[in-house]
């Protein structure tokens, strides 16, 4: 049974810092993995979509590593702003399936 | 493209009541939905699979009969939670997978919806 694992469980920043969240995998035959950002009450936004042949994916401020071999995958974000202030999930797709992480809290003080 | 919907955004019912939640994909065909179900200050734990026109696929420790899913067409699946009881008050939130030969369907990616949250008082 796939687990996944992300640390830290909560992080606060100040305004400007970079951050950096982890999340690992135990089973490393994953289709591939996703990084979703998630407010109080709400749904999930897809960040960052990796393929499993692929090392890492950028959107702006945004950038998604993975090492599939090692089953890890590493969230960066650049210059953070209050805004980015959410739960951010890591999830992995193994036949057929997501299986998520418990998130990474993030509050980014201004 | 590719919205998920989900309807109601939030329920509140009497205990022993049933409540049906849909998911729609409003942009795209969806061949597959799944469920969600979300507790507080957890993740999201998969509940189960439903292909158009085939029984859904639970996942271990899901009660197929408490949990009545329902993928009558490609861009509609529900979610009716029978007999509820306190316990079932949670997030349920459904995803769409994009079917064969449309874009972003190689990738298997999932759409999530926006959530329903359910109070059983």
């Known amino acids: 049974k796939q687990e996944v694992t992300q640390i830290p469980a909560a992080l606060s920043v100040p305004e400007g810092e970079n951050l950096v969240l982890n999340c690992s995998f135990t089973d490393s035959a994953i289709y591939n993995l996703q990084w979703f950002r998630q407010d109080p009450g709400k749904g999930l936004t897809s960040l960052l979509l990796i393929q499993s042949s692929q090392r890492e994916q950028t959107s702006g401020r945004l950038n998604a590593s993975l090492d599939k071999s090692s089953g890890r995958s590493t969230l960066y974000i650049a210059a953070s702003q209050p805004g980015d202030s959410a739960t951010y999930l890591c999830a992995v797709l193994n036949d057929y399936k997501l299986s998520f992480g418990a998130g990474t809290t993030v509050t980014v003080r201004a | 493209g590719a919205v998920v919907s989900q309807h109601p955004s939030w329920v509140i019912c009497k205990s022993g009541t049933s409540v049906k939640i849909e998911c729609r994909s409003l942009d795209f065909q969806a061949t597959t939905m799944f469920w969600y179900r979300q507790f507080p200050k957890q993740s999201l734990m998969l509940m189960a699979t439903?292909?158009?026109?085939?029984?859904?696929?639970?996942e271990q420790g899901v009660e197929k009969d408490k949990f009545l899913i329902n993928h009558a067409s490609l861009t509609l699946s529900t979610l009716t939670v029978t007999s509820a009881h306190p316990e079932d008050s949670s997030f349920y939130i459904c995803?769409?997978?994009?079917?064969?030969?449309?874009?972003?369907?190689?990738?298997?990616?999932?759409?999530f919806g926006p959530g329903t949250r359910l109070t059983v008082t």
């Open positions: 995803s769409a997978r994009a079917g064969p030969g449309l874009a972003g369907a190689w990738t298997y990616e999932q759409y």
């Open positions: 439903s292909n158009e026109g085939s029984k859904a696929t639970y």
